[in-house]
């Protein structure tokens, strides 16, 4: 098998590297010749005391990782795999509260007890007030882009934030008027990276902490007044079958990352290439698929990456990883495998079946949320499609500085007739 050839010191977590692209050229060499392959980093750049990580580029690589919670475990170092290189292990340790940073049994546990809140049924009765509300949002763009001089807005401040911050509100009772401070607590934990901002892992962590705060004081409200809704359920009586204030807290964390960032970042994503798409935005229109949330989800894949740590020395994609070695999950490479889906450089809101990673890999960690986000996503586009059909795409997406999440922080999009030539600017891919 031929050696890949990347530039001296490429590092597929440089957040200069995901603020201008997915390296999907880089990834696909990976794939043909070391799919498991060391990425040398500096100690300390990362805030982990080691000398890099493993890189697993194949999808049946990822799969297999991902449910062998045995051989690689989500709670040594956590399941992000880039810091902020101030960090501090304390910092890092904190983070193992957050079910996502969690191993078998104790995430089985707490596992248990969340899922009540993501049964079908639980979902199925949030569908009416997110349909409306998704009509609501577009319907407020669409009549503040009228009175624009020039009928300009951000697809994602004006659309793409606002769906996924209700969701969470509908779903654990935060009122309406917290959604907004939910946001910007969760906006500072994941946007560390980014000098626009001027976020530091302090001002992240004390959003962290806000959030905890909020959080706590909201399950203390319930366990005092019950009121019907998943909080109650989750906090009424502290035991083995409910989460304490603190475990709730840290649920929300979890729910202000996973549930609202990823799902953001899925709708903008998803605009971004039916508008560079015209010929899927025109088939969308006219049919509404079912299988196109699935389909902006792998295009998308919002969290390019997670860790894993080894807990024993084991062998993978013919290369022997030791104990204590941490193993990045590449979704973003995964949901691009040629071996898996057909054409994989196509958005296809037709493709099925579709396979695709960008809800985790399988096994325990496997997103809770999905049937949530599909919702969600089902619900933007079709309020997008009846009441924007002719949205263009005016220039190219504004992107995140992160060193593991895909996210776009501007798009900006015009209301009228025709979009720009697919072929043309903006069309290359960049989720």
């Known amino acids: 098998m031929p050696c890949p050839h990347l530039p001296e010191g490429f590092d597929f977590t440089d957040p200069d590297l995901l603020q201008s692209r ?14 498991v392959w060391w990425c040398a980093q500096p100690a300390g750049v990362s805030g982990f005391d080691d000398e890099g990580y493993w890189v697993v580029t194949r999808h049946a690589d990822v799969k297999y990782v991902s449910t062998h919670p045995e051989l690689f475990s989500s709670n040594t170092n956590t399941a992000v795999i880039r810091f902020n290189e101030s960090i501090s292990r304390d910092q890092i ?5 957050i079910m996502l940073n969690m191993d078998p049994p104790e995430h089985t546990r707490v596992r248990q007890i969340i899922q009540r809140g993501f049964t079908p049924r639980a979902v199925r009765s ?15 763009a669409r009549d503040a882009a009228d009175t624009d001089a020039d009928g300009s807005f951000d697809f994602v401040t004006r659309i793409a934030v606002e769906l996924p911050l209700q969701a969470i509100a509908e779903l654990i009772g935060v009122p309406q008027e917290d959604r907004a401070k939910i946001f910007d607590w969760s906006n500072k934990m994941a946007a560390y990276d980014d000098p626009e901002y001027a976020i530091t892992a302090e001002v992240g962590t004390e959003a962290a902490m806000e959030i905890v705060s909020y959080s706590m004081n909201l399950a203390a409200a319930r366990k005092e007044c019950p009121a019907g809704d998943i909080v109650s359920q989750l906090v009424a009586a502290e035991g083995t079958g409910n989460l304490s204030s603190d475990e709730f807290g840290f649920f929300v964390i979890l729910l202000a990352v996973a549930g609202n960032e990823t799902t953001r970042n899925a709708i903008s994503h998803g605009m971004h290439a039916f508008l560079t798409h ?3 935005w ?3 229109k006219r049919e509404r698929p079912a299988t196109t949330a699935e389909e902006i989800v ?5 969290v390019v990456s997670f860790q894993r740590t080894a807990t024993q020395d084991v062998e993978l994609g013919g290369q022997s990883i030791k104990k204590g070695q941490r ?3 590449f979704y973003s490479s995964a949901n691009n495998d040629p071996e898996v889906f057909e054409n994989p450089e196509d958005f296809d809101i037709l ?7 960008g809800f985790g890999g399988g096994g325990p960690h496997f997103c809770l949320g999905k049937s949530l986000a599909v919702l969600e996503i089902d619900l933007i586009f079709n309020a997008i499609a009846d009441a924007l059909p002719n949205l263009r795409l005016l220039d190219d997406p504004r992107r995140l500085r992160s060193a593991w999440l895909n996210g776009i922080k501007q798009l900006q999009v015009g209301v009228g007739t025709g979009t720009r030539d697919g072929n043309g600017d903006g069309a290359e891919r960049s989720g």
Do not use: C, M
């Not at 340790?93 to 509260?97: G, S």
């Not at 792998?298 to 919002?302: D, E, G, L």
């Open 22 to 35: 997915i390296p999907h050229p880089e990834f696909a060499q990976l794939r043909q010749t070391a799919p």
């Open 93 to 97: 340790d904190v983070q193992k509260l």
């Open 126 to 140: 949030l569908e009416q007030a997110l349909r409306d509300r998704a009509r609501s949002i577009v319907a407020a």
């Open 278 to 280: 015209p010929d899927q």
């Open 282 to 284: 025109e088939l969308y």
């Open 298 to 302: 792998r295009w998308a894949t919002p």
């Open 327 to 329: 193993v990045g999950l």
């Open 351 to 357: 493709r099925d079946p579709n396979p695709h990673l």
